[in-house]
């Protein structure tokens, strides 16, 4: 376990003396910045032209902006995690520090989910950022904090296996590109893969569906905790780890 | 040597480490090695004080003990001076003698040195070299090189593998007597009054009793350069110089021509070409 936090701790500091974490907050902050203003402004025309006519018709922060707002965060994260974990081993195998951490007295799950853990937390961080927006709806209105603790533990969750998937991604080869390349097609497959269920409603297309990582987020989006979810993601964050232990103890039959 | 780190695993056998079996139990193998890949395992964005921190914490080591260490393999390994440059900015030797200190930062029982002087200029490597040297007393030295030379400096022990078989392992001195048939010796004979006739030179060595052949090896402006065989146990070198003295010449050298490693490496290897035969060369020193 101290093994853990100190890989971790080495992690998030080569994160955050290298512009990269800077780039990606700066990035995350301007891209959602940008969402959460055009969902601001379409919730308050809407609210005015309501008036207007008339009508009172109910109009609920959570569901028209928080909830959008979220299903779009797990989209944009999606764009964010190949570059979250396409170093954590690619760096290490092509400066030949992966041998420092191999011959040191440290079990390889030590290693990968002290890397992880160092990925989880720079998320959060970007995370964090949203919840700054988020933080002005509670000053002007009153919107309902659980579906939106919710959508954050989905989107970590989500995350998570993601970033497991990535982690083992990266432990494949020295190259950063290949590891990044390779991460961004696996999630954005993992994204599209929910499109089936539009148009086809055959096994296939459910199966496939299921396995969208999307798909199991459309819940937490909603303030729902369903056990199923939330066992999808663990199973796929307690698989990419898997493989990733099981590439590291390869790597000793490889010369 | 990754095997003996449990870097890598063996394909068939298995090898110890200070009583410990790799396959068996590597943490505790893993605990009593430290280890100089070729390249230093630095991380170019960290700071030299904090990289060893953060390696002597991997090794298990915490607080004042770490702090202390840390002090002491600065000192020991001279890096004192950068400790708080990021390890990027470091020159070379620097990074070599960073990767001295990182290994033993937590005092092992072993320590494997893969090529440590590879790529540095000839001061570094005579400091790399001194250094190896002074920490040949507390821990015991398996030093991997493709530098003869530096086997014969350092080195105490040395084992010669060619292409994964073990050819030949024993001391320094024994590995170039064993190899030795008839003895050599190098001798320069100059005249004073004109030139030397190298036949007329060649038939008074070769007549010293116990003188098996005697070859001109090199015509210099005023002088003759022999190499001399002779059998072994007898000691001709008192004859000759007296036979060069009493024939008017002047004896510039003379000199057991001893088989440098690198001949005794190639016989043993199977005289294949040097770049062939030292494709894996690891040689041993203990202490």
């Known amino acids: 376990m101290r093994n853990t936090w100190t890989i971790c701790a080495k992690e998030l500091r080569s994160y955050f003396v290298s512009p990269i974490a800077y780039l990606l907050l700066t990035m995350f902050a301007l891209i959602f910045g940008f969402f959460f203003w055009n969902a601001l402004g379409y919730f308050v025309i809407e609210g005015m032209e309501m008036q207007l006519r008339g009508q009172a018709f109910p109009m609920n922060i959570n569901e028209q902006i928080i909830r959008p707002l979220l299903s779009n965060v797990s989209v944009v994260g999606l764009f964010f995690i190949p570059m979250i974990t396409m170093r954590l081993f690619a760096e290490e195998k092509r400066s030949g520090t992966i041998e420092l951490l191999a011959t040191s007295p440290v079990r390889d799950m030590e290693v990968i989910l002290g890397k992880w853990l160092a990925a989880m937390i720079l998320y959060s961080c970007l995370l964090l950022f949203t919840a700054l927006n988020f933080a002005f709806l509670f000053h002007y209105g009153k919107p309902d904090w659980k579906p939106l603790a919710v959508g954050y533990l989905g989107l970590l969750l989500q995350a998570g296996t993601l970033l497991a998937l990535g982690t083992f991604i990266s432990t494949l080869t020295k190259n950063q590109i290949i590891a990044g390349a390779a991460t961004f097609g696996v999630c954005l497959l993992l994204w599209v893969l929910e499109w089936t269920s539009g148009y086809e409603s055959a096994t296939w297309a459910q199966v496939l569906s299921y396995l969208s990582v999307i798909t199991h987020f459309e819940s937490f989006a909603k303030g729902v905790i369903e056990a199923k979810d939330v066992i999808f993601y663990l199973t796929g964050i307690f698989l990419g780890l898997f493989l990733t232990a099981r590439s590291m103890e390869s790597m000793r039959w490889r010369s | ?287």
Request: with cysteine; aromatic share 4%; charged share 25%.
């Open chain 2, 1 to 287: 040597m990754r095997i003996l780190t449990c870097f890598l695993c063996p394909t068939s056998g298995t090898a110890s480490v200070a009583g410990f079996d790799i396959l068996e139990q590597p943490f505790e193998v893993k605990k009593r090695i430290g280890y100089l890949p070729e390249t230093p395992p630095l991380y170019p964005e960290m700071e030299t004080a904090e990289y060893l921190r953060f390696v002597g914490k991997l090794k298990g080591l915490s607080g004042a003990e770490l702090e202390k260490r840390i002090d002491y393999v600065c000192e020991r390994c001279f890096v004192g001076d950068v400790k708080n440059k990021l390890l990027g900015k470091l020159s070379k030797g620097y990074r070599q003698r960073v990767g001295l200190a990182q290994a033993i930062i937590h005092n092992p029982d072993v320590l494997i040195l893969d090529e440590p002087t590879a790529g540095l200029d000839p001061k570094q490597i005579n400091e790399t070299r001194d250094l190896i040297k002074g920490l040949a007393g507390d821990h015991t030295i398996i030093l991997s090189t493709h530098i003869l030379p530096e086997v014969e400096q350092t080195c105490e022990q040395v084992v010669i593998i060619n292409k994964g078989k073990l050819v030949a392992t024993d001391s320094v001195r024994n590995l170039q007597a064993r190899t030795r048939g008839d003895e050599s010796l190098l001798l320069e004979v100059a005249s004073r009054n004109g030139q030397l006739d190298d036949l007329m030179v060649q038939q008074k060595l070769e007549a010293v009793p116990g003188v098996s052949r005697a070859l001109c090896t090199e015509h210099k402006d005023a002088s003759l350069l022999f190499e001399v065989q002779s059998q072994k146990g007898q000691l001709v070198r008192g004859d000759l110089a007296r036979v060069v003295v009493a024939s008017g010449w002047d004896l510039y050298e003379l000199r057991s021509a001893a088989k440098s490693l690198e001949e005794v490496f190639l016989q043993l290897t199977g005289n294949q070409t040097p770049a062939d035969a030292q494709e894996n060369p690891p040689s041993e020193l203990q202490s």
